[in-house]
């Protein structure tokens, strides 16, 4: 069975431009989170998605936003981006919400510049 | 808000000593999940805690999950080189509608 898959790798944005990130759950797996890693922080929880409805968003700013398609697989959106968004932005699926472990993808390498 | 604590942040051991990393909440978690993650990878699944006091192995790993829900630990026995990596708690509050809430980590180095 494929693991999580996430595109892009990597990828360089200036400042005040906004990003698209891209997340594929395993197959059959509903529930997708996104996290934001940094050195400071550590893992830092952003949203989680089961059946196309966020159903928990952690403490970060409006510009940071995400959305679930129909078959599972999640976007997140950042705007107006600033050089604190650098960071690891890891998405992590589940079979449900719950109790169920997470199955986390290689991640997207975020550099603003 | 609320908070997963870690303890120690980092950890340098010669290959062979035992090593222990705690987890502490501020509140009561409905279970709690290890993570182990290596240099340069993502976080991998390790084990799943839930009952008040339960105790896992996983070969050389011991895992427990305190009385009152609100600690953790992860033990291994006789490190290995290859347990060096980043080991991450993470507490779930209020049943299957909260989120994972992560520690910070515990970055474990292992001399050889």
């Known amino acids: 069975k494929a693991g999580v898959t996430q595109t892009p790798r990597y990828l360089i944005k200036t400042r005040g431009q906004q990003v698209t990130l891209s997340c594929s759950p395993i197959?059959?797996?509903?529930?997708v989170s996104w996290y934001q890693q940094t050195p400071g922080q550590g893992l830092q929880f952003l949203f989680e998605?089961?059946?196309?409805?966020?159903?928990n968003k952690g403490n970060f700013p409006g510009r940071f936003s995400g959305r679930q398609f129909s078959n599972s697989r999640s976007e997140m959106n950042v705007s107006t981006l600033e050089l604190g968004d650098s960071a690891l932005y890891l998405c992590?699926?589940?079979?449900?919400?719950?109790?169920?472990?997470?199955?986390f993808g290689p991640g997207t390498r975020l550099t603003v510049t | 808000g609320q908070q997963v604590m870690q303890i120690p942040q980092y950890q340098h051991v010669q290959e062979g000593e035992d090593f222990t990393t705690y987890c502490n909440s501020s509140?009561?978690?409905?279970?709690i999940q290890w993570y182990k993650q290596r240099p340069g990878g993502h976080p991998v699944f390790l084990i799943q805690?839930?009952?008040?006091?339960e105790v896992k192995k996983q070969k050389r790993l011991t895992f427990q999950f305190g009385e009152a829900k609100k600690n953790s630990s992860l033990h291994i026995t006789a490190t290995q080189t290859t347990d060096v990596g980043t080991y991450f708690c993470?507490?779930?509050?209020?049943?299957?509608?909260?989120?994972?809430?992560f520690g910070k980590g515990t970055k474990l180095s292992v001399k050889p």
């Open positions: 509140t009561t978690l409905s279970n």
């Open positions: 805690l839930v009952k008040s006091g």
């Open positions: 998605y089961f059946s196309e409805t966020q159903r």
């Open positions: 992590a699926s589940s079979l449900r919400p719950g109790v169920y472990e997470q199955y």
């Open positions: 993470a507490g779930r509050r209020g049943g299957s509608q909260g989120n994972l809430i």
């Open positions: 197959s059959g797996h509903r529930s």
